[in-house]
């Protein structure tokens, strides 16, 4: 995740590698489940730096991708047997990530976001 890097977080750290695993997941949901012949998705981060009013708030890092589908809300569903090898990219971002959701984007799609903490703030 250059971008991370970018902003001074360690890219061989846990921060980096946890939001490389929640991108290619909701990435890989909007180009199976979203995609809309024509259009492409929309990805975004954002970094909610940490507070130092309140040192217990760290610094937040939100994963947001968007498609044109917006009728197809996620729902984790484990995968029917173990060899499958779809259906465990909810559970995934589930289990990594602090929050997720979904929520519409008008006029006709959806954004699927993830927020996890980036702990040890950044490098720089």
Do not use: Y
Not at 4 to 32: I, Q
Not at 35 to 41: E, K, L, N, T
């Amino acid at each position: 995740m250059q971008q991370l890097a970018d902003w001074g977080w360690a890219r061989d750290g846990e921060a980096v590698k946890t939001a490389a695993l929640l991108v290619a997941e909701l990435a890989a949901n909007a180009v199976v489940h979203g995609r809309v012949a024509g259009r492409d998705f929309l990805l975004s981060l954002t970094v909610r730096p940490a507070t130092t009013a309140v040192p217990t708030v760290p610094a937040t890092l939100r994963i947001a991708v968007s498609d044109c589908r917006g009728k197809r809300l996620p729902t984790p569903v484990p995968a029917s047997r173990p060899t499958d090898e779809r259906g465990r990219g909810l559970l995934i971002v589930e289990t990594l990530a602090a929050h997720w959701g979904t929520e519409p984007r008008p006029p006709s799609g959806k954004t699927v976001w993830a927020e996890m903490v980036l702990e040890g703030g950044a490098a720089r």
